[in-house]
């Protein structure tokens, strides 16, 4: 046995099913760790988002409390209990020194991450997009992704990009890649038919003398060409002509439209030869080497883009997710780091661990070899990231194995605690036989009870609910008209409270789940057309009218020519045309600003731009007296300050940019910055009568009283092409890493998908009936999560014809299981109560009334004093000042240089503070001599300062006859509704007041100008104010004294 | 003296001081610093204080001058700054834990420290060293400096050098007494339940009153606005407004927008206008030149460079963002011609331009450096000199602090590079040390507080003795609490055996979870905790507090979404009614297609002369026309600067016209060679942002084209057999009453009989839209320029499409290249432009403008329109004003 599998602890499994109380266990189980003498701060719990670990501390913390625990609720506040990412980031930064990095680690956020790797890969890119670009053209591949008709054609960057994050995601270093090349190369070539023997050149040739044959009977047969033929055939071939009489290769979607002309019947035999040549495409040497070095230049490229990322980030100290997974997985795998780990963490505690990529169990393995207890909790059937780069297949034989292998026990949470019991018997029924034939047990798959009972006259829980139509528009019209029955109906979809009892449903008791966002916003749109609230983010935040006019302030500010965004705010500001006839004014400019209300507001923000954030800036705009009145006025109040809170966040998001950056965050350039984010959206509404509206993947962890699955139609796609991780031999839990590679198969063809040889042969693939296989698997899953959401309705959603996903829940022999029997829904021979669904209503029954809004009155600005009076800012004017007393202490103290007023003042003062004339003259001379030391003025003789010290002692006991002395005395005073806060240099206690002495270091003599008086008199008079409030004594004295100058005068006021 | 301490009572506390109404003397409330300074001053130690900055600075160098290997090492050399900042707080807590550097220290961490520790005999102290001095003090002293303190704080919470401060004070004699904090409120009440039950009271908790208030708002400023109300309802007994985060500039708006006086709490920002300029200086002045800096330097509030110059230069990075090309140095002669102007025959003035030009060139035209070797000292140096100037002059004239702060700022930047002691600085390193420099930044010196009956407090734990109501704003998540502990079990044993044991790991949450609960313990009649934003329900947004009371909070306490606040006339929010106001409903601004013509419109239009682009907008859209061509709105600069495409489109065009001169056109070779002999340089000049990283494939795509696009222009000259005429030939015409045009023809070629040939270069990713032009007799550029060329006379036109490498023409037109059968001829294309024109100018005169990309004009367009253009409202800056944008 090695050393480090000798170190092995044991790992404990839990198992949970949806509902079933996950998180009450994992807090039961730190709880009672922490109970038994565990401290707070070794836990360690990951979990897969930062809500849920808020959510899981909170619990913790309250359940402690509880307890009669707040001593170690309150230390719970140190424990690390976070994502796997923010619990790696701690580790990091207490392991900095061992790992020799910067103690500081910066975490480039996730949506800056692509500008900080196109940043760095700029100069790989340079080198390496040559060669790429010329083969990604023929390919029909563009460098960069971009989007047609709602879809994302990818570019060839995207895929460098691709295999970087997955190679590092998985633990593949650079020079592995070229490994993966030759893998992918190899499986993909093998799919084209075998080499004929003929040369490249000779395909060609063939092509183009079909081509200009075919271009000569093209014009000759022009005038009886059929429309077909001319708007598709001819340009294809014109195309190809020119592309060869330019001296170009054609590409391979060409060859293979080539291969496709004349589709119309009458002019077919025109095509005849240029078909023949261009169907070889699948056999031509060029196709072949086209692949096989664009897979070499993709990886060659991933791989230098690999080390020029690692080096940018290097040099900035910056990481990613997954340098912080790879650091941290570093970090725990050091033996040398072992007992320190082992004295931070006791305890770990994964949560999903279904959800985990490679390295994250790579991570929880090495965890387990360090601390003493681990358990991990999650459900492998709601494992849903495969898109994320998750590979459950590793995920579970990994906890399995290492649960066998360490002697664990694995539990299992199969009491749901959500979902009605006829509910969880659906799914028990509908799901089993699928998770069962892929190796799962049935402790895994089904619930074993329920902690709610049926209420056996109550309504059956299970609907199908029918929304065919004829076009995807109608189809989400019928589900919103049957969603607005629901709500019209309350009475008839009663929801289960949680004290026990029901109610009538409302709106965000219902959540329907999409597969994707198009189809969220569409039925969003659908419900609004009803007048239904919904709970969704929605596209389009820049361009509501709030937005637009609170961006048209914000750059009308930042740029005073943006004669545009004035326009902008006229136009939105008032209801009338006036900004229209302003903009042809001679003076457009002058006309606009007149007819904005706020104008000279937004201008003098600007005049203070330079001393606010451009946050702050947002904010005082949004003040401006009639900002806030406008935009409320156009109705919906709530939503429209939500999305201004969401451009609120998306100032304050450039703002730590450009720090992160270490850049200048300015007006202009947060004006810039904002307005490129076109996709942002709009936030969703928080009303209790908003339908929640969102994906099966946003749902999970979440739940619902009626829950309704739509696009049960969605077909499976699984497709072998593209860039994938896999196991390159089967894995070994205690080195999850160590098989890991990747598959990149590029598709050549561009946007031609069907015969052209590989779609056919691709999908027969091994490789193309895993993908599929995995697919359906991971769909499977999906459906799960969707079907376990609702608490006490579910209804599926039917368009009508083939409900291929919901059919891919199959029985052992193959048969779909879930068919709707009208009273029952059958799953294979079980059958259950289901009850009809609501009735569609049309959306023109919807009443809206308007509604009334408020907000705050308005109120006139009032002007108000500042709280603190400074005494030292107050100038005397309403009383005549004279100097009362001017005494000399002795000879002028000399000063040698030309010494900081401010600092000897400060050593003045502060050796006056401290000098006890009671120590020894030794003593006091080496306290003053270091005093002045410290203040850095040797301009003034030690024996001098003491000096200064002994007259004013002198002084004051003369005068006031041994007086009680009060060195730097705080004086704290309220003046009406301000207060006076200062310290007084020296206070002497007169018994029925006190004389003020105020040292002022200045070298020269006071002189009485009356303006220099009234600044003392100022002073004065607030002081004898202050303590007349606090003490009731009227008699103030006020002494200057100048220690240099060696003076005291006295001040005093005459009315 | 008789003091008031708490661990977070250095930015201010509640009550303010620690006497009875009115006021007090000799009784402060004072936090760590202040109970240091307070001493320093009693004892007549202490000295000048120098910035933390200052302080790492020194560590630094103290570090990077130690030989041999230390556990820092690696980290050391990778970021020294980051490296010495976290030693130095970990030297400092030693320090603060009564450590002797000088000991013999075994555990590796602990003996490296104290070498560290020995040889920084020249760092300035820090606060837990200037507490080592005070203590040092105190082994001589036998009275106290301080008759009474009042711990807010339990002594069990302090860390261990304050609390070893306490315990000495008490010793000498110092009255010490931890002021009790018991439930403030009755016990019947909401309030009064939830602090028994805090404190560990059994009894049952059961209604909720509106004692206890938890608010929230998605929305920030709505909280602050019903927060401002709420003051304002306020009319007896004491407040405490806790401000989360000393931050209260939002909440200060809604406090001020009902007449409430402003908290005046502003947080430390980098953020902050003026401060911005060093970083925009440097930004300006690094290889590859980024126009967007430059153009952000320009249009910077007080910019260096004056307004009547900016506006130049900007406008001629917009046209080309780039330096040394035409547009720039005809934007120089203009400024130059434009001071000449201003100065008239002041012969002060005159002088006077020559330095200032200067100056301004300084900014506007830095050299670049290259990031990775790096800038000269010296001009690194000049910047930092030149930001210093500016500021101090504009503090000189405005004593606006912050512009102080600016100058000190590159002072200090300007320090700190010199003392490298680098001749060449790279770009990583100067941005770090400002960076540095920048530290937290600076807070709005115009925020202040305002006279008011209540007080704010930057930390919940500073509200020490009961008070009528507690308010605590942004009431969310914080990292207090979770700072953990570098020391091992082996450092803790060795530490404790030495006598300065480390404090417990713990210490810091329990006593933030302390202050927490005491600032409620403390409300006699209400609480209020609001929390906004997007997420101030979730749980990871929620205060660690609210995770701690939740429990009770779900039974006592009074959840108010301040969102019904919209929708109510009044709101009752712990214990005090809001009234709202009835929002006047107001239409909602729509998309409409018809305008009526302002009496402004034909004034303006007869100043204008047209386009080909102007009239290709003209047949698009004519608001879009109107508002663009007519009135000139324009957007702002930076939002100017043209995309990579447009930019690959300009350069093209430039290259063009060098390649092409008039005579024999090039051989295809020699083109392609004269294209990239040119194209670097015209890249700087024009196009200066395909240089930077993220646009690699885009200058790729530049060097691959642009060279084959120019010998594809050259054969297809060739195959035609045409000379070259000129290149941007300008034109310019009158047609019709008022139709005045201008432009400039691309290229213009004779055949051998000396006919026109002109040709438009087009870069676009697709031919189809120029395509469609030719079919549909819809090709507005090549029409117009033909009839401002050749007038009556005949002649031939034709896009050359760079990227596609295609000559596009007419069928007939006899010319070799990509023939396409067309609707119209280009003078009949020309002829319904000009009668198109006539009818939308009639149309316009009449009094009706229509904006053709919004729903329903098809029906009020003119009949007898004989051509139009496709409308992209997607791409039109004007889509918001004619609100075919925003519709929600």
Same mark, same amino acid.
């Given at each position: ?53 808020? #959510? ?11 307890? *009669? ?67 990604? #053209? ?22 460098? &990009? ?49 081509? #200009? ?24 071939? %014109? ?132 601390? *003493? ?15 994320? %780069?998750? %590979? ?182 008032? #209801? ?72 609120? *966040? ?353 070298? *020269? ?23 007349? &409030? ?26 | ?245 000393? $931050?209260? $500039? ?21 953020? !902050? ?34 307004? !009547? ?580």
């Amino acid at each position: 046995m090695t050393e480090a599998s000798t170190m092995q602890n044991r790992v404990d499994t839990t198992i949970a099913s949806a509902g079933t109380g996950k998180t009450y266990r994992l807090v039961e189980e730190i709880v009672a760790e922490v109970g038994a003498a565990l401290p707070p701060h070794r836990i360690l719990a990951t979990t897969f988002t930062k809500k849920a670990a808020a #959510e899981l501390v909170g619990r913790i913390r309250a359940r402690l409390i509880e307890a *009669g625990r707040p001593d170690l609720s309150a230390a719970m506040l140190s424990a690390r209990i976070g994502t796997v990412n923010s619990v790696c980031g701690s580790l990091i930064s207490e392991f900095a020194f061992e790992l020799g990095r910067s103690p500081v680690a910066e975490v480039i956020a996730e949506d800056r991450q692509a500008s900080v790797f196109s940043r760095a890969a700029g100069p790989v890119i340079e080198e390496f997009g040559p060669a790429i670009s010329e083969i990604a #053209e023929r390919f029909g591949v563009q460098a960069r992704s971009y989007s047609v008709h709602g879809r994302t054609v990818r570019g060839w960057q995207d895929d460098v &990009r691709r295999a970087v994050d997955l190679a590092r995601s998985n633990g593949i270093p650079p020079e592995r890649l070229a490994h993966c090349a030759a893998r992918s190369a190899a499986g993909l070539l093998g799919l084209l038919p075998a080499a004929t023997g003929q040369a490249a050149e000779a395909f060609d040739a063939a092509l183009a003398s079909a081509l #200009e044959a075919c271009t000569v009977e093209l014009d000759r047969n022009k005038s009886g060409l059929k429309a077909g033929t001319l708007n598709k055939d001819v340009p294809t071939v %014109d195309k190809a002509v020119r592309t060869l009489r330019g001296g170009d290769r054609i590409s391979w979607p060409d060859w293979a439209r080539l291969a496709k002309l004349g589709a119309t019947k009458a002019d077919e035999a025109l095509f005849t030869h240029v078909v023949a040549a261009a169907a070889a495409h699948p056999r031509h040497p060029g196709l072949k080497s086209d692949l096989q070095r664009y897979i070499e230049l993709i990886f060659d490229c991933a791989a230098s883009c690999m080390t020029a990322y690692g080096e940018y980030k290097r040099a900035r100290g910056l990481l990613d997710f997954v340098d912080q997974e790879m650091l941290a997985l570093d970090i725990i795998s050091n033996p040398a780091n072992t007992e320190r780990l082992r004295e931070l963490i006791g305890a770990v505690f994964v949560d999903e661990f279904q959800d985990s990529s490679p390295i994250q169990i790579a991570i929880f393995t090495a965890l387990s070899r360090i601390a *003493g207890r681990n358990l991990w909790v999650g459900d492998p059937k709601q494992s849903i990231y495969g898109f994320r %780069d998750a %590979d459950p297949a590793l995920t579970s034989a990994a906890s399995a194995a290492i649960t066998a292998a360490t002697g664990g026990t694995t539990g299992y949470l199969r009491r749901s605690y959500r979902a009605r019991p006829q509910l969880a018997g659906f799914v028990n029924a509908a799901i089993a036989p699928n998770m069962l034939r892929v190796g799962m047990s049935e402790e895994e798959i089904m619930f074993d009870g329920c902690e709610r009972t049926e209420d056996p006259d109550g309504q059956p829980g299970l609907s199908f609910w029918d929304m065919s139509g004829k076009n995807k528009v109608a189809r989400t019209a019928i589900l919103a008209g049957r969603i607005a029955g629901l709500l019209s109906d309350p009475a008839g979809w009663t929801v289960a409270m949680k004290g026990g009892g029901t109610r009538e449903a409302r709106g965000g008791d219902i959540a329907v789940l999409c597969r994707g966002n198009a189809q969220v916003g569409d039925l969003a749109f659908a419900l609004s057309q009803h007048g239904i609230r919904v709970a969704v983010e929605r596209s389009g935040l820049l361009f509501q009218p709030e937005i637009e006019f609170a961006l048209a302030a914000f750059r009308w500010i930042a740029d005073a020519s943006d004669t545009l965004a004035l326009a902008e705010l006229a136009r939105l500001a008032t #209801e009338t045309d006036e900004w229209f006839a302003a903009v042809f004014d001679e003076d457009a400019k002058a006309g606009l600003i007149a007819r904005v209300p706020f104008a000279d507001a937004l201008a003098a923000i600007r005049d203070r731009a330079h001393q606010l954030t451009p946050a702050e800036i947002l904010d005082a705009l949004l003040h401006a007296e009639t900002v806030f009145a406008t935009l409320l006025g156009w109705g919906n109040a709530e939503q429209r300050l939500q999305n201004l809170e969401a451009l609120r *966040g998306m100032v304050e998001a450039y703002q730590d940019e450009q720090h992160a950056e270490r850049q200048a965050a300015t007006l202009t350039g947060a004006c810039e910055w904002v307005a490129s984010r076109d996709n942002a959206r709009q936030p969703q509404s928080r009303h209790p009568d908003a339908v929640n509206i969102m994906t099966y993947h946003a749902a999970k962890g979440l739940e619902w009283p009626i829950v309704i699955l739509t696009e049960l139609d969605a077909p499976a796609k699984g497709s072998p092409f593209g860039m994938i991780a896999q196991d390159e031999a089967a894995p070994d839990w205690s080195s999850p890493l160590a098989a890991r590679v990747l598959r990149f198969w590029p598709w050549p063809y561009g946007e031609q998908q069907k015969d052209v040889g590989l779609d056919v042969s691709a999908p027969a693939s091994p490789e193309g009936i895993a993908a599929l296989a995995e697919e359906r698997l991971e769909r499977t899953r999906l459906l799960y999560v969707g079907l376990t959401r609702a608490r006490d309705h579910l209804a599926l959603a039917n368009t009508g014809g083939s409900q291929t996903w919901l059919e891919e829940l199959q029985a052992n022999s193959g048969a779909p299981l879930i068919s709707n029997a009208g009273t029952t829904i059958n799953v294979g021979a079980e059958a259950f109560a289901s009850r009809s669904s609501p009735d569609a209503l049309d959306p023109a029954e919807a009443t809206s009334d308007p509604v009334q809004e408020y907000m705050r009155p308005v109120s006139a600005p009032i002007a108000h004093p500042p709280l603190r009076i400074r005494p030292s800012d107050a100038i005397l004017l309403e009383a005549d000042v004279v100097v009362a007393a001017t005494e000399r202490l002795g000879d002028r103290i000399p000063l040698v240089g030309d010494p900081d007023l401010q600092l000897l003042g400060e050593a003045i003062h502060r050796f006056l503070a401290a000098d006890d004339p009671n120590t020894g003259t030794t003593t006091r001379t080496s306290r003053a001599a270091a005093t002045l030391a410290r203040w850095t003025v040797p301009q003034v003789a030690p024996a001098d300062l003491v000096e200064i010290s002994d007259r004013l002692r002198s002084f004051v006991d003369t005068r006031f006859d041994g007086a009680a002395k009060l060195k730097e005395w705080p004086v704290h005073a309220e003046d009406g509704l301000q207060v006076v806060v200062s310290r007084l240099d020296l206070l002497v206690d007169l018994g029925d007041g006190y004389a003020i002495v105020d040292h002022k270091s200045f070298p *020269g003599s006071v002189t009485l100008d009356q303006d220099r008086l009234r600044e003392f008199a100022g002073q004065v008079s607030q002081y004898a104010r202050a303590i007349e &409030r606090i003490t009731g004594r009227k008699r103030i004295e006020y002494w200057i004294h100048q220690p240099i100058a060696a003076v005291m005068t006295r001040i005093e006021l005459t009315e | 003296m008789n003091i008031v301490f708490g661990l977070w009572a250095d930015g201010g506390a509640s009550p303010d001081h620690g006497g009875g109404a009115g006021g007090s003397m000799g009784q402060p409330v004072v936090g760590p610093a202040g109970l240091v300074d307070l001493l320093e001053v009693s004892l007549g130690i202490g000295g000048p204080r120098k910035p933390q900055v200052v302080r790492i600075a020194s560590f630094q160098s103290t570090l990077e001058g130690l030989e041999g290997e230390f556990f820092w090492s690696g980290s050391l050399g990778m970021d020294p700054w980051s490296t010495a900042r976290t030693l130095l707080a970990w030297r400092d807590e030693l320090i603060g834990l009564g450590w002797q550097q000088d000991l013999p220290w075994h555990e590796p961490r602990l003996a490296d420290l104290a070498v560290a520790c020995r040889a920084a005999s020249q760092l300035p102290p820090g606060l837990s060293d200037r507490i080592a001095a005070v203590l040092k003090e105190f082994e001589e002293t036998n009275a106290p400096p301080i008759e009474r303190i009042r711990l807010i704080d339990s002594i069990d919470l302090h860390p261990s050098p304050i609390r070893r401060l306490v315990v000495r004070l008490r010793d000498l004699g110092s009255a010490l007494e931890t002021i009790e904090v018991r439930p403030a409120a009755p016990p019947e009440t909401s309030l009064g339940k939830l602090q028994r039950w805090m404190l560990g009271a059994p009894e049952a908790l059961e209604g909720s009153d509106g004692t206890v208030t938890v608010a929230s708002s998605v929305s920030e400023p709505l909280a602050a606005e019903i927060v401002g109300q709420w003051f304002a309802g306020q009319t007896a007994g004491e407040i405490a407004l806790v401000a989360q985060d000393g $931050d209260t $500039d939002l909440l200060d708006h809604g406090l001020s927008g009902f007449g409430q006086p402003r908290a005046g709490r502003s947080r430390s920002s980098i953020h !902050r206008g003026s401060l911005q300029l060093l970083l925009l200086a440097f930004k300006s002045a690094w290889a590859p030149f980024d126009p967007h800096a430059l153009m952000e330097l320009l249009v910077f509030p007080n910019s260096p460079v004056a307004p !009547r110059a900016a506006w130049h230069l900007a406008s001629a990075l917009e046209k080309a963002p780039g330096r040394g090309g035409p547009e720039w140095e005809q934007a120089w002669a203009r400024i130059t011609e434009k001071e000449r102007e201003r100065a008239g025959n002041d012969a002060d003035e005159l002088a006077a331009i020559g330095p200032r030009l200067a100056r301004w060139r300084e900014w506007a035209e830095q050299e670049t450096a290259n990031p990775v070797v790096g800038m000269p000292l010296e001009q690194s140096l000049q910047i930092c000199d030149r930001v210093t100037t500016w500021a101090a002059r504009r503090y000189a004239v405005t004593s606006d602090l912050l512009y102080a702060a600016t100058s000190t700022l590159a002072g200090e930047v300007r320090t700190a590079i010199a003392a490298i002691g680098r001749d060449r600085l790279p770009r990583l390193l100067v941005e770090r040390v400002i960076d540095q420099a920048l530290d937290l930044g600076q807070s709005n010196p115009s925020s202040r507080a305002e006279a008011a009956s209540w007080r704010s407090v930057p930390h919940p734990g500073s509200v020490w003795a009961p008070t009528t109501s507690v308010v605590w704003w942004n009431f969310g998540t914080t990292r207090e609490g979770t700072a953990r502990s570098p020391w091992s079990d082996g450092e803790r044993r060795e530490l404790a055996a030495a006598d300065c044991p480390a404090d417990e790991v713990t210490v810091c949450a329990r006593a933030a979870s302390a202050a927490w609960e005491r600032v409620i313990l403390n409300a006699r009649g209400k609480v209020l905790l609001v929390a906004g934003g997007l997420d101030c329900e979730a749980d990871d947004s929620l205060h660690p507090l609210a995770h701690r009371l939740k429990p009770a909070l779900d039974v006592v306490g009074t959840r108010i979404g301040l969102e019904a606040a919209l929708s109510t006339p009044a709101l009752t929010i712990a214990g005090t009614t809001i009234e709202r106001q009835a929002i006047a409903p107001r239409s909602l601004p729509t998309a409409r297609f018809s305008w009526e013509t302002p009496a402004g419109f034909s004034p303006r239009l007869a100043q204008i002369t047209e386009s080909a682009t102007s009239l290709e907008n003209l047949l698009s859209c004519q608001l879009m026309w109107a508002l663009r061509h007519v009135a000139r709105l324009r957007p702002g600069r930076v939002r100017s600067i043209p995309d990579a495409n447009q930019l690959l489109g300009n350069l093209a065009h430039a290259i063009a016209r060098e390649v092409f001169t008039p005579g024999t056109p090039p051989e295809p070779d020699m083109a392609a060679q004269s294209a990239t002999d040119l194209l670097e340089g015209r890249i700087d000049q024009l196009a200066a942002p395909l240089r930077h990283p993220e646009f690699a494939e885009e200058l790729n795509f530049a060097r691959r084209r642009l060279p084959a696009a120019m010998a594809s222009l050259a054969r297809c000259l060739s195959d035609n057999q045409l000379m070259v005429e000129s290149t941007e030939q300008q034109v310019s015409g009158t047609f019709e009453p008022l139709l005045a045009l201008r432009g400039a023809i691309d290229l213009v070629a004779r055949d051998r009989s000396g006919n026109a040939v002109i040709i438009d270069l087009k870069w676009t990713r697709s031919e189809k839209a120029r395509m469609e032009e030719l079919s549909k007799g819809r090709a507005v550029q090549l029409a117009t320029y033909g009839a401002l060329f050749s007038g009556e006379q005949p002649y031939r036109a034709g896009y050359f499409l760079l990227n596609q490498r295609q000559f596009a023409t007419l069928e007939g037109s006899g010319l070799v290249g990509r023939l396409i059968d067309g609707d119209r001829s280009f003078p009949d294309t020309w002829a319904a432009i000009v009668a198109a024109w006539s009818i939308w100018r009639t149309s316009a005169e009449a009094g009706q403008i229509l904006a053709t990309g919004v729903e329903g004009v098809r029906d009020h367009l003119p009949p007898e329109l004989t051509i139009d253009r496709d409308v992209h409202c997607e791409r039109c800056d004007y889509s918001t004003l004619c609100r075919v944008r925003g519709l929600a």
